[in-house]
């Protein structure tokens, strides 16, 4: 799918792993999982087929964990982020994920405005948990959102 600028939106290939995990880093964002759920994940990549964003989930059951939304710094503000939450959206929906969970420090009013809500971590059930975000990469300080996922239609 291509978006604004020329950029294409595409799943994440075995061949993206090295990039979409500097990526991620250089943000700040934790790196354990990826290589494991990098089936999960959509890139975008600008005309020159560099990586210019990242979007990942974890799927467990009937839940899912997003994670890994990363921009490339001159790509930003540019609704990209949007384009990438949006697309990942749509995959856990089609893969029948019915609670979609996010931990963050830095988006929670971001995040907001994509219809997810603040959640109690002690309210946090089911196999999401077993996530390594949840278990020891994101601190216990950050934020949890929720967003249920409509599966019927």
């Known amino acids: 799918m291509t978006v604004e600028s020329g950029l ?33 994940f959509k890139v975008a990549r600008d005309p020159a087929g560099r990586l210019a964003g990242v979007a990942g989930a974890e799927i467990y059951g009937d839940q899912a964990l997003l994670r890994s939304v990363c ?31 996010l931990l963050t420090t830095t988006a929670a009013g971001y995040f907001a405005r994509k219809g997810f809500a603040r959640v109690d971590r002690s309210a946090v059930s089911g196999p999401v948990l077993k996530s390594v975000e949840f278990a020891t990469a994101c601190p216990k300080t950050a934020t949890v959102m929720l967003a249920q996922m409509d599966t019927t239609g």
């Open 8 to 40: 294409t939106l595409s799943p994440a290939t075995p061949s993206d792993l090295d990039s979409v995990v500097g990526l991620v880093r250089s943000a700040g964002l934790p790196t354990d999982g990826i290589a494991e759920n990098l089936q999960h």
């Open 71 to 101: 921009i490339a710094p001159e790509y930003r503000g540019k609704a990209l982020g949007s384009r990438l939450t949006g697309a990942i959206m749509d995959y856990v929906r089609d893969a029948g994920c019915k609670e979609v969970y």
